[in-house]
């Protein structure tokens, strides 16, 4: 498998520093769609801030990419769903250390989650 990154900067808004346009897969064996994972413990509370919640949501996501053999390098998009407009910055920084250097497409939404207390959903789809 193969990964390309499609940044053009001519005709188009240029991307930011923690985002890629898109990303051209080249002959994947699999694909793993990951539902929208909240900042839930393993009993199903939630955590009782952003911070928190965000940390669990990443822990929650490399758990499941485990469970597909695969890591937070075979990410290839994701989408946040933001309960309040606020969040964007800190689901930023949490994306950025979750993914080191690796930029993918992504897209923020603000949304109202089914849970008063579920502050962010991530869904992700990754590669191998």
């Not at 808004?13 to 051209?24: F, G, N, R, W």
């Not at 919640?53 to 990443?58: A, D, V």
């Given at each position: 498998m193969k990964l390309v990154s499609h940044n053009p900067t001519a005709g188009i808004?240029?991307?930011?520093?923690?985002?890629?346009?898109?990303?051209?897969v080249q002959e994947p064996k699999r694909i793993l769609f990951v539902a929208g994972t909240m900042g839930l413990d393993e009993?199903?509370?939630?955590?009782?801030?952003?911070?928190?919640?965000?940390?669990?949501?990443?822990?929650?996501?490399r758990t499941?990419?485990?469970?597909?053999?695969?890591?937070?390098?075979?990410?290839?998009?994701?989408?946040?769903y933001l309960r309040d407009p606020s969040y964007a910055e800190a689901n930023g920084a949490a994306r950025t250390r979750a993914l080191g250097d690796r930029r993918i497409p992504t897209t923020a939404i603000v949304a109202q989650t089914l849970m008063t207390d579920w502050l962010v959903e991530i869904e992700v789809i990754a590669v191998a």
């Open positions: 808004y240029p991307a930011t520093p923690d985002y890629v346009h898109a990303i051209e009993h199903g509370v939630a955590g009782t801030t952003l911070d928190e919640q965000l940390e669990l949501i990443w822990s929650n996501i499941i990419l485990a469970s597909a053999d695969m890591t937070i390098e075979n990410i290839v998009r994701l989408t946040s």
